[in-house]
Every structure is written in C-alpha cells, then in structure tokens.
C-alpha cells in the first residue's frame, strides 16, 4: 500500500471510528444532534467545553456517556462557593512510612482524570475558578512548589446554569476564551421527548460500549492536526475574525454599532482547530468554507462581547455572526 494510500485509509478509518462513538452516544441520549457533534470535534481538536443550558436538559449525563464510550477516565466536580482550590486540584498530606518518618504525599483530586466535568462553574469563587482555568491552560498544576502534570487527553466541560444567578460568579470574558466553543443545549422536541420517557422509565437499561480508546483518542487528535487548510480557507477565516473589531474601518456597521470587543487570535485557532476535527469526522483530509461556517458560531459566540446598545436592543452574538455569515462576499463562498 502506498504512502497515499494508506494515510487515506487512516482518514477513513477515523471517521468511521468516530462515526461509531457518535451512533453509541445516541443509543442512549436522545436528540442532541448538534451538541453532541460539537462536543467530540473539541475533544478531537483538545478544547475545552463550555455548555450552557437550563438544569434537567441531560448535560451532565451526556458528558458521563461520552467518556464510557471513548473509555476515558471520568470525574465530576459539583462546584459550591464552599469549594477551595486544593479540593479540586489535590493537596500535600503528612503520612509516616515504613520506617516511622513523616513524609508530605500527594493526594490527586478530581482534577485527575480524562474528562472533568466541572458543574455550575459559576456557583464557585473566582479563586477556584483560577485553578480550574490554570489547569486547563498549561496541562499542569503546582502543588507546593512541586508541578504535577494533568493526565492526557485532558478535557473540561464546564456546564453554566443561565438562571437563579444571584450569589453567582460568572466567569470573566476574558476567561470564557480559553474554552474553544461555547455549546447552547435546548430543550428536546415533543418527539425527544417521548422517547426519552420510553427510554428511561422502563425495566431495562442501556448498557453503552466502549466504541475507542484512549490510545484511540490521541490517535484521533494528532490525525486532526494532519488535516490540511488551503490559503483561501486561512484568508476566510482570518477575515471572518477580522470582520468582528469594532475599530476595523472595514466592518459592517452592526459590528461598529453593537460589539464592545472581537476575537483575538485564539479564536481564530479555535476556529481553524475545530474545522478540522469537522472535516475529520467525514472522512475529509482537507477543511472547506462550509466546515469554517458551520464551527463560527459555537467558536465565536463567548468570544463577541455586546455593548449595552445591542443587549437594550436583544441583539446577540450570534446575531452577529449569522450577518458576518451572509455577507455577500463571505456568504458566496460557501
């Protein structure tokens, strides 16, 4: 088999192991379509997650069904304002050993494990809430001067109850950057919703197979990395960023009139990162126009700040991004 040859066949036995994992996840969680899409290309592209939607949608039990079938190490951590960073990251504790002597052992808190599910990320402090982004951003954290490094993959799904936020701390939007998509959950259809009743109130229940390893997983991440982007896409996509400051002379005036603050770089690589685990996902060595479009806006939505005006006046980011979409000039490319 040649060289060409056989990087294709990867190409298409990732998607087909991804296809897999998908088909498992909606054995059991009903409808969701698009949340659970966007959940895996991050993980492909190793970002992290912030889903946002009202309590009872199956957040959390959709991020529990996602490990069981990557087989990946899962731990949930319920955040209070009573939560202290050490409870989260693990803590240096005195034990004797053999020979009687007083040693400080390192005791991992949930913070070790594959996917972290860090629910109602804001009920807890802005201290917390640093050493939960500070692990997320550099894979490590510091334990009394010792460094110990996260497991690998290392994924967090932060969930945000939109609701009952007084006595809250919301997360700073220069902090929601470092999550590479923000994921809206909406309430299921009258069909979803009869199906889940059916599915589980019933004597039996699904047990989920393991559809990928974890080696499967990193395997999976750096085949994303391979998958190549043209110079137009680079130019699309850089445009698209652009076309979101404000102070550029060259956007559109509901950009102008409504947005505070853009994206920056980050939100173009998030953009650029997730197009590719899209194209992976089919199977496509190479990302087009329509995968950039269709990560826009789980990628752009937490990263476009709206200014009083536009909030006044319900404009939202998406908004925003639906119109930036439909230019003319971008909306013919795709």
Known sequence: MSATTEKEQQFINASDTISRVKNEIQSF???????????????????????????????????????????????????????????????????????????????????????????????????????????????????????????????????????????????????????????????????????????????????????????????????????LVSDDIIDFAVSLISATHPDSEEVPDIVKQYVQYGSGPRGLQSLIGMAKSRALSVGRYHISIGDIKHVAKPVLRHRLIINFEGEANGITADTIIDHLLNEPERGAKG
């Open 29 to 227: 969680i009903v409808g969701q379509h698009e949340v659970i899409d966007q959940v895996l290309w991050s993980i492909l592209a190793g970002g992290h997650v912030l889903l946002e939607g009202l309590p009872g949608l199956g957040k959390t039990m959709l991020i529990k069904t996602i490990s069981e079938c990557l087989d990946l190490k899962f731990s949930r951590i319920q955040f209070t304002p009573d939560i202290m960073p050490s409870d989260i990251t693990g803590t240096m504790l005195l034990q004797p050993d053999e020979a009687g002597r007083q040693n400080f052992v390192f005791h991992k808190g949930p913070l070790f494990a594959n996917i972290i599910l860090a629910d109602e990320i804001n009920r807890a402090t802005p201290k917390t809430q640093s050493a939960l982004l500070e692990a997320m951003g550099e894979k490590t954290v510091t334990i009394m001067g010792e460094t110990k490094p996260m497991e690998n993959p290392f994924f967090v799904l932060a969930t945000q109850n939109p609701i009952d936020m007084e006595g809250t701390y919301p997360l700073p939007e220069a902090q929601t950057d470092r999550f590479i998509c923000k994921v809206h959950v909406h309430y299921p259809t009258k069909e979803e919703l009869r199906e889940i009743v059916i599915r589980t109130t019933g004597p039996q229940s699904v047990q989920l197979e393991k559809m990928a390893s974890l080696q499967d997983v990193i395997a999976l991440q750096r085949l994303a990395k391979e998958i």
